[in-house]
């Protein structure tokens, strides 16, 4: 199996020296993946969570014509001579969705938002500035001409582009979209995700364990940081712990898949079966390893035509490493590169770090979002402590310790994760 990295020293004292540093493996696994080529045209309703092949671009002006932006009176401001007041005759109502019949010089129509400014109109004034008496109407103050109007285009014209390649189809994309008159958009079709997890000692979630058996903890969590709109999980199964067993399901696996997500087995030990399995299938590897705590045995590579992300079996390990390398891959797969971004934040604790490698640990945010507490050292095999995180932190491979009012860097946890 080729490595494809340059030797670098993790300086954390282990055997494996060409660890890339975390912040240089974070960037690599965003640039390894091209997005998928195929794309299809989708009713802009099915588009929620999919990503833009195309740039979405507005069908007409935004707004498509001048229309009120409050319940009143529209008039032309010419017809207001002198210093006022003025009384002007009301000669009809225009609600939203109906159009109204021209309006002569000195008349006025009752209008109410968002409805069409009559021809010979150019100005509303809000109803709660005027005085309506029978079929007149009272003017006290002159209003600037334009005042209430929302002017056809204003927002975006005709042919704009309101929405670029790589987007995802947020609800606030596809009310983008929506406004510019846009019902069907051009995304990449999904990415197609195989998901296998090994070790003969873990057994689904709820069913009786023996007495040398755990529950499977990457299989369910996997499986749901996975399964996205921009994604197909088109295989997920547990491996037994032999190299046959290993080499013929990731084979099936990189067949069928655009990604394969692996737990376990990366490591140099009798019955770490991945990587052998990856080797004898010609497998290249780009990030061999990572100097992370947790999260150190990760590998990012490719086994034939399709991407192959392998991490750890520990439960937290295989979280880490999943969020800070493995969804960046993914995310570079569906078209949209750079979707991670990092903050920086304010330490509101002190903190002891053992220099050598990149160390991650659970954050809380304080009310004002721009500061954290952090919590202690993780284990490997122990989830509850992100639970109540924000976020996480990633302290810097030289920090020995952070003390109130540095600076780090902080990945906020969003809703799915």
């Known amino acids: 199996m080729k490595d494809m990295t340059a030797e670098q020293d993790c300086r954390c004292g282990c055997t494996a020296s060409e660890s890339l540093d975390l912040k240089d493996a974070m960037a690599l696994s965003a640039r390894l993946a091209e997005p998928v080529p195929e794309v299809e045209d989708i009713a802009l309703s099915k588009a929620a969570g999919r990503i833009l092949a195309q740039p979405v671009c507005s069908a007409f002006p935004v707004p498509r014509f001048d229309n009120s932006a409050m319940d009143g009176f529209a008039l032309s401001s010419s017809a207001l001579e002198g210093a006022g007041p003025w009384e002007l005759r009301v ?8 159009s109204g019949a021209p309006v002569a010089s000195g008349d006025a129509v009752r209008i109410f938002t968002g409805a ?3 021809k010979g ?3 509303v004034v809000m109803q709660e500035h005027v005085v309506l008496v029978s079929d007149r109407v009272q003017i006290n103050r002159r209003p600037v001409k334009g005042a209430h109007v929302r002017r056809q285009g204003e927002e975006v014209t005709q042919g704009a582009e309101i929405l670029p390649i790589g987007c995802r189809m947020t609800p606030r994309a596809i009310a983008v979209a929506a406004s510019g008159g846009v019902g069907r958009v051009t995304v990449r079709r999904r990415v197609r995700v195989a998901l296998l997890n090994s070790g003969d000692e873990v057994q689904p979630a709820g069913e009786p364990l023996s007495d040398a058996q755990i529950p499977d903890v990457n299989g369910p969590m996997l499986a749901a940081l996975l399964s996205r709109p921009d994604t197909d999980l088109v295989m997920h199964r547990h491996v037994p712990d032999t190299l046959d067993a290993h080499l013929e399901t990731l084979a099936q696996a990189s ?9 376990g087995g990366v490591s140099v030990g009798v019955e770490d079966h991945m990587r052998a399995a990856a080797a004898l299938l010609d497998g290249r590897i780009d990030i061999p390893s990572v100097a992370l705590k947790p999260g150190k045995p990760v590998e990012v590579g490719q086994i034939g035509a399709a991407r192959w992300l392998g991490l750890p079996g520990n439960p937290m390990s295989a979280f880490v490493t999943v969020t800070l390398l493995g969804l960046p891959l993914l995310d570079a797969l ?7 971004r990092l903050h920086r934040v304010r330490v509101l604790n002190t903190v002891r770090h053992q220099p050598g490698r990149s160390e991650v640990r659970p954050a809380v945010l304080d009310a004002t979002g721009c500061s954290v507490t952090i919590g202690g050292p993780v ?3 122990r989830m509850t402590p992100i639970v109540l995180a924000d976020g996480c932190v990633l302290i810097p491979a030289d920090a020995e ?7 780090v860097d902080f990945l906020p946890f969003n809703q799915r994760i």
Not at 91 to 98: E, N, Q
Not at 255 to 263: E, G, I
Not at 334 to 340: E, L, N, R, S, Y
Not at 401 to 407: F, I, V
Request: hydrophobic share 40%; with cysteine.
């Open 334 to 340: 569906c078209g949209t590169p750079g979707a991670q």
């Open 379 to 381: 284990h490997s095999g």
């Open 121 to 123: 109109t150019d100005t």
């Open 91 to 98: 000669t009809g109502r225009v609600a939203a969705g109906f």
């Open 401 to 407: 310790a952070l003390s109130p009012g540095d600076m």
């Open 255 to 263: 067949a069928v898949a655009d990604l394969v997500v692996t737990t």
């Open 116 to 118: 069409p400014l009559p």
